[in-house]
T-cell receptor, first 114, second 114 residues
Framework: GNSVTQMEGPVTLSEEAFLTINCTYT??????LFWYVQYPGEGLQLLLK?????DKGSNKGFEATYRKETTSFHLEKGSVQVSDSAVYFC?????????????FGKGTTLSVSS | KAGVTQTPRYLIKTRGQQVTLSCSPI?????VSWYQQTPGQGLQFLFE???????NKGNFPGRFSGRQFSNSRSEMNVSTLELGDSALYLC?????????????FGPGTRLTVL
């Protein structure tokens, strides 16, 4: 079946620190991969995506590269800010005979202090 | 462009009752998906509707059902509520039903079952 595993949180960092949130997946077929973010009191929103192997998604200083050989899509940011404090979800989507569905990891809470 | 709207935002029900939640997608979006978010299980896919047809269904009991209208608005219904149905129910819309489409999420309906 399809599944996503991401590192347990919470992750606590100081401002300007380097961030990595690990994400690995299992999928039949060729999934599209996503990172969604949920800021406190707000809904889920797409942070970045990659639709094929070796693609790099990037947005707001965050990056993730679709690695088919390691079935990974790790999220990185070189210098985090307090405003990056949120819950981050790794997700995949595969088209099967029935349709599409987003399969999410459990989420990683990031807390950045000044 | 208005975002995805969900009504009501909060609901309190008792065990055995039924509930109907509503979702209005972004104008022009034809695919609507529903997700359940709980602290224990995280975000889980319920079902997807596209052009008034259920295209995909997650691993939930038959008490969970939904439908989509010709204007793409969607409703989900949960019958014979159980305590474990307490959750945040999220609706997401996308233009079409393909894996690399971004899904836009609504703010959710917080259901509490007493």
């Amino acid at each position: 079946g399809n599944s996503v595993t991401q590192m347990e949180g919470p992750v606590t960092l100081s401002e300007e620190a380097f961030l990595t949130i690990n994400c690995t997946y299992t999928a039949t077929g060729y999934p599209s991969l996503f990172w969604y973010v949920q800021y406190p009191g707000e809904g889920l929103q797409l942070l970045l995506k990659a639709t094929k192997a070796d693609d790099k998604g990037s947005n707001k200083g965050f990056e993730a590269t679709y690695r088919k050989e390691t079935t990974s899509f790790h999220l990185e940011k070189g210098s985090v800010q307090v405003s990056d404090s949120a819950v981050y979800f790794c997700a995949l989507s595969v088209l099967n005979q029935a349709g599409t569905a987003l399969i999410f990891g459990k989420g990683t809470t990031l807390s950045v202090s000044s | 462009k208005a975002g995805v709207t969900q009504t009501p935002r909060y609901l309190i029900k008792t065990r055995g009752q039924q509930v109907t939640l509503s979702c209005s997608p972004i104008s022009g979006h034809r695919s609507v998906s529903w997700y359940q978010q709980t602290p224990g299980q995280g975000l889980q896919f319920l079902f997807e509707y596209f052009s008034e047809t259920q295209r995909n269904k997650g691993n939930f009991p038959g008490r969970f059902s939904g439908r989509q209208f010709s204007n793409s608005r969607s409703e989900m219904n949960v019958s014979t509520l159980e305590l474990g149905d307490s959750a945040l129910y999220l609706c997401a819309s996308s233009q079409t039903s393909v894996p690399d489409n971004e899904q836009f999420f609504g703010p959710g309906t917080r259901l509490t079952v007493l």
